[in-house]
């Protein structure tokens, strides 16, 4: 051959296209194994572009340190940008966050363990308890029917509808509960599913079906409370909502709320309904898959439904916030769950300056974020066996499932880490148990795929899962 170079050159032109379709491939097809290798390989910072953006993954040595220090990695900043809430944030003089942390913590969280300790109350989780009750019997009573495998019935459909009644109950009132109402509640939920990283998300789009259909029934509601509030209604009469309680925080004295004060409660519910009802129907169904895959668990599961659950007035079994409290077994499934089911982006923060962070500079206005799965297998923190599923090694060590930490960070970490974080966990329990203790999950043809890897936040588990009802039920 004349210039046998010209052949190397050609042959290595190839190769290196092979090799890097098959990077570039990687971080489609396995982007997760593509990202962790990449931050073994390059240090504890990478940068990676994502639909249009630059973005800075970090490892879990610095993983603590950009969610918790937002002076320089904001949550704020990184969350409006995602969801066009820029403007919002503005006008509010940045509170939007904060309001919502407020509220999610005050007028749910703490009030669920007031309503608890005061006999004379109704518990917050007896007033849903029914509902999952109800759809748990229906759900199963519906898989007793003859079907074929396209028309089983679906449980993500049914933990989403049960959901989201519970949550339209808590943050408007049982009166808000209709067809129409639950469907624009799924609408919000949907608009989740589709926040699959810097999307511009649908807030745009959303808020105008959900203000048109829902605001006026809403405004009358708020005149109604705040005549209740001037006219001093003693506290135990006072509606269980949290539109009461946001009422009642803009207008201690009764006194009239403006257009623009009322709007805002509206966008206040509605990122609400947003945050709250797509991700806990995503882990609710994370935890049945799972149970699924480990039957094992099934039988000590069910021996805590038996002690835990309580007998009404009536004999009829029932869970209460205090029985959800002392399922120590599940609540440890749940956390192993949501520690080991692949996370890869879930919380992002956006630097408010040139950032130093290790050997590098973040760019000011980046978008950085801890590469979620490898701070929850990371072999440092949880030994060789760090990514081997041991469901209930958090009862053991008292870690409970909404508990946070550098080393656990399915909801976050710091001060805006996940304050909807308790009720998400009952709620699962909840569904998971009211299911369990009717029928037993298994999956068709034993397996489960994950769609998307890069977003096991917002989208749950692909395949069918089979419920095979109790003879002797539990609830
Ligand atoms: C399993 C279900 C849930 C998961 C996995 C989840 C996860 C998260 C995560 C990762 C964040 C960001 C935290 C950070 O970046 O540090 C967050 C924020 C938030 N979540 Fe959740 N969440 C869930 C359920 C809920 C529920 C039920 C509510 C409301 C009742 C809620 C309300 C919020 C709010 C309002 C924020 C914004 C934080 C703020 O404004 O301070 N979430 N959640």
Redesign the pocket.
Known sequence: MEHPYLLAITFAICFYGVVKRRASDDIFARPKEAYASALQAYGSVIAVHRKGNLEYIVGPEYARYV?TCDKLFS?EQG?AAIMNLQPLMALTQGAL??D??DF?REG?IARMDEFAVNADRRLTMIVVFPIYDRDGQSFVDAVRLPHKTQSLPDSFLHSRDTISEATLILLLGDAYVSDRNMRIIEDVSNGMAELTGQVNVILIKIPFGFVRQLGPQLWADMNRYEAMIASGIPTREEPKNVLYFIVKTYSPNGRRIGLLRRIYICVLLL??IF??VH??TV?SQWVLFQLASHPDYLAPLRQELLRIREEDDTGAMRLTAASLREAHLLDSFIREVMRLKGDTI???RCTTCDAPLGEYVIPKGSYVTPMSCMVHENPETFGDEASDFNGFQWAEQSKDAAMTGAAHI?????R??????V??IN??KLIVLCLIGRATPSLLEGRFEVTDPLNT?TQPPKGTLLFTPLEQPLL
Do not use: H, Y
């Not at 399915?410 to 710091?414: A, E, Y």
């Not at 805006?416 to 974080?421: H, L, M, T, W, Y």
């Open positions: 969610l949550f969350s966050f904060q919502l942390n999610v749910i990122c609400l945050a709250a991700t806990t882990v879930s919380t992002m399915v909801f976050g970490l710091g805006f880490a996940c304050p909807g974080r009720l998400a709620e699962i936040v």
